[in-house]
Structure formats: C-alpha cells, structure tokens
RNA sequence: GCCCUCAUCGUCUAGAGGCCUAGGACACGGGCUUUUCACGCCUGUAACUGGGGUUCGAAUCCCCAUGAGGGCACCA
C-alpha cells in the first residue's frame, strides 16, 4: 500500500436516518477519496449508548448504497458489528487513555452534572464563558461523584490551516479541559474520532463547519498522543430557505401544523386516530410535542395527505427523487466545478472535483432548483435505466404502480417521462390505469355535462367501438378524427379525457388508451355516459 | 455574553486588480409550440451589504461597521 495514499472517512453517529447534510459530507470525501484513487472508510460512531441504534445503523448503510457511495472498509451491509464501529474498540481507546493518564496529560474530574451546571450558571452571571481546567479552583473531590476523564489542554494558541477555510486560530485562553471517557466509561467523540483517524491512517478530515471549533482541542490531543494530524477541510453549510437549519423537527412542525389545521376544521381527534393508526396516547403525546418521532409525522402527513418537507435521504427516495439527481443537486451546494456547468454524472463529477474549489459560503437547500433537475435526469434517462430506479421507489412506497407489469412499468415510463419532476408525482398521477378513478366532479361538469359533452362522448364511443384491433396504429386515426369533433378544436379530446381518466390532466390519449385497454376504455365512457343520465 | 467563520441577482453560483455594460442555472414575467398537463424553443426582470483606504484602475487587496451562520454538553 502507498504510504502517501489518501484515506478519507465518513463517520455518522447512528442516532437517526441519514440527513442530506450528512450525504453531502460522505459524498465530499468519497469523491476526493475516488479521485486521487485513495480509500473511503464508513464508521460508524456508537459511543452514545443510549441514542445509538442498530436499526439506525443499517438505515444509513443502505442509504449509503442507494446513492451509490462505496465504502473500501466499513460496516458490512446485514452484517454484524464489526471492528469500525466505536462500541467495539473501547480496548483501543482505553489503552491510549491509560497512557495519558500515565503521561499526565488526563485526569480524573467528579463533579456531578448538576454541579458543573451551577459552575457554568456562575460563569454566565459574570458575563464570562465557562472554562473547564485543572488548575481552576473549587473542583469537586475526589468520590463525591461520577468518576470522568478530563484531558488537560495547553494553554497555547493553536492555529491550522483549513484546506477551505485557509489559517485558523484559536487562544489558549479559549480551550478547556473536556471530558474524554464518561463515567460509563465509553470514550467521547472527541477522543474516539481521533483514535480511530489515526488508527485507521486517515489523511484527509472533510466535514460539516460545525466542528470547526472541535478541530483545536483534536489537535491538543494529537499533539499529547505524539501523533500526525490528518489534514482538515471544513466545508459550509446547507440551511433551508428561511435559512433555519433543516432538521428533522421541520417535519415534525410540519405535521402537527397540518394535523392542528385538520381539527380546526371541525374534525376530532379520533378520527385523526383512525385514519392514521397511530394509538391515541402515542398522537397526543407527539401533538404536545413530546415526542419527535419522525414515524409518526410520516403517518399523520400520510393520512391528511400533506406533503412533509424532505429532511432525510429516504425521505427524497421516498419521494421519488432518483439518486443520482440528489447527489448531483448536494454536490453544488457549497461546491461549483466551474465552466458554467450543473448537470453532471458522477464520472464527471470525480474529474471536476476539488477542495480548492469548494466555496466558503453556507448555501440554502432550493427545492425547486433540485425538482427540476430531477426532472432532467428522468427525462435525460433511459427505460432500462428508470425501471431500476422505479424498482428502488417502489420498494420503499406503495403505489399501485408497484403491482404492474413490467412492460406497464416501460409504458408508464415513457409516458411520463417528460412530463413528471419525480417518481412519486407519477406513481400519483398514474393511478387511474390501475384502479377505477375518483371523477373530478368540476372538471366532468365542465367538460361532459355541459354543452354538447354527453353527444360527443357518444360519438366518441361509437368511433372506438368500430375498432376491432386495439392497437397504436388503429387507435392514431381516430383520436385524429376525434380531435376535429366538435365546434373547439380539441374540447372532445377533453371530454374523452375526462370520462376515461377521471380529470382534465392526463397523458396523450392514445398511448392511456392503448395501455388501459379496450374494455376498461369504452367501460369507464359507459359509466361517464350513465352518469350524465 | 465570549470565541470562530462567512458576505455577488429571491436561490445556487462564476468571478483570483483592467477581459464586468458583472456570466450561467433555478425560480418568476412575456411569447412560440400544443388533444389536456408537461417537455421544448425564444425572450425579459433581477446582484457586487455600507463606509473608509491602497492603486492610474477594485466585485476582486487592507481596515472598520453591519448582517448572517457556527461553536461554547458525560451529543456527535
């Protein structure tokens, strides 16, 4: 192995789904990993016992592999924890904390959470920010509480050079002596992460600006292990458009507002209940907001059918947004390949990448911007290429397009391709050919009862029932014909439109009509016909 | 409160002292095309946060102000 070879990381902590801030970082470091043909290592950061999840784990893992990010080493996806989760290295982390306590650059603290709250209540009415060290009077004694490891930073400034960002620097003044292993005797991140980047020979620390104040006391640390740091590269931040930060809580606001709107309108709660199934003590709990339970939001948007912002990967997978269009949309927040260009593969993407032209400025997530580029990407795609991505969607939804064929799945692409900004707004706008339309009563008044509608679509049946093989090529003549009926030039398409597919929107007839078939087409005209009476 | 970072159209951005009358894309407006909805094509509106320097010349360099964001946990 070369010795100069660059290693990057992702290293999420599984306490929830994986966010689209966290793929943009993993992408980051795959793509620069990629490209100098280097390593990408996936670990996972369980040292908080209590939040962390194995179910959470592997949900990021298999979003990890939906967007196409491989890992060289890592979590093996259904397999068990291995050595690149943090709960199975405490023998690694506790001999090097050993050594530092032997070194004396740790040291045991005591106080218990309540004291250390006081002590920074005390700070705070000074006006003066609160500092842990060895030397500060007033510690707590030895046994009088829970035992932590506290490591002792010096009393220097430190300054780094950030790829992005360029020379920062801290005051000695600044740092305090944080707590490396907790009284559960579990290493914190602090600690963990440099460990493991050293363990594991990571040259290359690429993330989130948010730990950009985390990197001095990283340093401190290498520094008293004797070890090389990595170099470190901090990339902005992505915000909603409000510029608040996206979080999981905007789905949950979401839906409590959506659900408040719905009792507001006169219905109960127990109809909330039943159409969502959530138990009654769980709804109210989350409706007092004392849960944020991102499952429950997910089943109240679902039962009002509100739409819930995107937050997490598989909430856009969900959604019907196809990977390679979100890592693309990500990719250019915060990072510009110059040249004018946008739309771009991920061949291209590892041939423009580089930290020197990632920007320095915090970006908003433009959901507008990121629909219309996956409108191009479906557009941009082939069938054979969609009917994967259709299959990813449909393992993760229920919409009836989930049941069809597969050559129904080909028409249906072809169909909507040009005309859907996601899988989901086709899934949705195609559930006429599946299951007996809900008739859109203003678009039916307007286009079947008024007028001359009902004689049209009398017509209209009568010309489709001379046809005797249902096919492309008979079909084509007619709506041709069917397209001069009438005083307006294309009102009896309409009417057509409306009987058959249940609404003024619709792809062109002859492909819906050809795909639905012949007796489900003259059955739903005989039905709209009956209902004009 | 303290520390750190950032600052170009509504949004993502290009721009490394003269190529800037500031370019591209999304969004928005107008038009063409059209059996609906879209797609597509043409076209328009729209920005260098403010003030001081430096320089023959500043969106670009420096300083200050302002604004925005991040950090200050036995969370990562």
């Given at each position: 192995m070369d010795s100069n070879m660059i290693k990057t990381r992702f290293a999420p902590s599984p306490t929830g789904f994986l966010h689209v801030g966290g793929a943009r970082t993993a992408l980051f470091n795959w793509l620069y990993a990629r490209k100098h043909g280097g390593q990408f290592v996936l670990r996972i950061e369980d040292t908080d016992q209590v939040r962390s999840t194995a179910e959470s784990a592997a949900g990021i893992l298999s979003d990890l592999q939906w967007l196409g990010l491989n890992w060289d080493c890592g979590p093996q996806p259904g397999g068990v924890k291995n050595e690149y989760f943090q709960s199975m290295r405490l023998d690694l982390y506790n001999a090097h904390l050993d050594k530092l306590v032997k070194d004396r650059r740790a040291y045991e603290a005591y106080e218990t959470p309540q004291q250390l709250a006081a002590m920074r209540m005390v700070a705070e009415k000074m006006k003066r920010p609160f500092r842990y060290r060895r030397n500060m009077p007033g510690r707590a004694e030895r046994g009088s509480g829970p035992t932590v490891l506290r490591f002792e930073m010096p009393f220097e400034t430190i300054t780094f050079h950030d790829l992005i960002l360029g020379d920062i620097s801290v005051g000695g003044e600044e740092h305090d002596d944080i707590i490396i292993r907790k009284s559960d005797g579990f290493p914190t991140y602090h600690f963990a992460v440099v460990v493991d980047d050293h363990d594991m020979g990571i040259t290359h620390v690429l993330r989130a600006q948010e730990h950009l104040m985390n990197t001095p006391k990283h340093l401190g640390l290498y520094q008293a292990l004797g070890w090389q740091p990595p170099a470190h590269a901090h990339m902005p931040l992505v915000f909603n458009m409000d510029n608040t930060k996206m979080s999981k809580r905007d789905k949950t606001k979401a839906a409590r507002a959506a659900a408040a709107a719905w009792i507001k309108q006169g219905h109960t709660l127990e109809t909330l209940v039943e159409k969502s199934g959530i138990p009654a003590d769980q709804l109210k709990e989350f409706l007092d907001k004392k849960t944020d339970d991102s499952r429950l939001a997910a089943a109240i948007g679902a039962a009002l059918a509100v739409h819930l912002p995107e937050i997490d990967v598989q909430d856009f997978r969900r959604s019907g947004y196809l990977s390679d269009a979100l890592l693309n949309f990500i990719a250019l927040i915060g990072w510009s390949p110059g040249e004018n260009r946008e739309i771009l593969s991920r061949e291209e993407m590892l041939q423009l990448?580089?930290?020197?032209?990632?920007?320095k400025t915090s970006g908003r997530f433009d959901r507008k911007k990121l629909l219309w580029m996956n409108g191009e990407y479906i557009r941009k795609r082939s069938i054979d290429d969609l009917l994967h991505d259709l299959a990813a969607f449909n393992a993760v939804t229920n919409y009836p397009i989930k049941h069809a064929t597969e050559s129904q799945q080909r028409d249906l692409l072809a169909m909507y391709q040009e005309r859907t900004g996601t899988l989901a707004e086709m899934a949705e706008n195609s559930r006429f050919f599946f299951e007996e339309p809900e008739m859109d009563a203003a678009a039916f008044k307007k286009h079947v009862e008024s007028g001359n509608g009902r004689v049209l679509l009398q017509q209209i049946r009568d010309m489709l029932d001379s046809i005797t093989d249902w096919s492309k090529d008979q079909l084509a003549p007619v709506i041709e014909k069917i397209i001069e009926l009438g005083e307006k030039r294309g009102s009896a398409p309409q009417t057509l439109r409306v009987a058959v597919c249940g609404g003024s929107v619709s792809p062109p007839l002859l492909e819906t009509m050809c795909l639905l078939g012949r007796s489900t087409t003259l059955a739903r005209i005989d039905k709209a016909l009956q209902k004009t009476g």
């Open positions: 990448f580089s930290l020197e032209t990632i920007g």
